[in-house]
């Protein structure tokens, strides 16, 4: 079974431009969670959507949404880009909505410039 | 809030020791979990271990096991028999009954696992 896959694998944006990551989650799962990793630190966490409703959102700027298709896939837009958006943004997948471990995928490295 | 620490920045151990990474956590929410991830250079988080708040039990998967010390707030990871391939970044992350999904990430643990 194919894991979590996410596209593009890096992007090289500039300030001030937008950007669309896309996810795809585990067969089956219809949890998406997406987490940015600034280099040297452990991921932090943007948004859970289960069900296609937001369960969740971290202290993020509204620069940053998400949204879950019917097929459980998803997408984060980031808005503005700003230097400090430059990350690791990982997208991980469960299969229920409770404690459960999530799976990740590899991550889309974003770049601004 | 929830806050997890991890005090060893670095850890360099002999292939085929056993090794210990430590784990503090900080929640007031009675029921959460812990985990561990390992995410190898190329950058995905890879699931190790779980362990419930309330679990009586120590979690244990193949060579990985969980120290689960409540009255600590401590969960360490323990690898046994450490291989080359272990060299990796460690997370240790919780979650609670407000945010099942919602991971909070301490600052990693490199270990480094020498021939």
């Known amino acids: 079974d194919a894991g979590v896959t996410q596209s593009p694998t890096h992007l090289i944006k500039t300030r001030g431009q937008q950007v669309t990551l896309r996810c795809s989650p585990i067969?089956?799962?219809?949890?998406v969670s997406w987490y940015q990793q600034v280099l040297g630190q452990g991921p932090q966490f943007i948004f859970q959507y289960y069900e296609k409703e937001e369960r969740g959102r971290g202290n993020f700027p509204d620069r940053f949404s998400a949204r879950q298709f019917p097929n459980y896939s998803s997408e984060l837009n980031v808005n503005a880009l700003l230097l400090g958006d430059s990350a690791l943004y990982l997208c991980?997948?469960?299969?229920?909505?409770?404690?459960?471990?999530?799976?990740f995928g590899p991550g889309t490295r974003l770049t601004v410039l | 809030a929830q806050k997890i620490t991890q005090t060893q920045p670095g850890m360099f151990v002999q292939e085929k020791e056993a090794v210990t990474l430590d784990c503090t956590y900080d929640t007031s929410d009675p029921s959460y979990g812990l985990f561990w991830y390992k995410q190898p250079s190329s950058g995905e988080m890879i699931f190790l271990i779980y362990q419930g708040s309330y679990d009586q039990q120590n979690a244990t998967e193949g060579r990985y096991s969980l120290n689960f010390q409540k009255a600590r707030k401590s969960a360490n990871l323990v690898i046994s028999a450490s291989q080359l391939g272990d060299s990796a970044m460690y997370f240790c992350?919780?979650?609670?009954?407000?945010?099942?999904?919602?991971?909070?990430f301490g600052q990693g643990t490199r270990l480094t696992i020498n021939p």
């Open positions: 067969s089956g799962h219809k949890s």
């Open positions: 992350a919780m979650s609670s009954i407000q945010g099942a999904q919602k991971l909070v």
């Open positions: 991980a997948s469960s299969s229920w909505d409770g404690y459960n471990e999530q799976f």
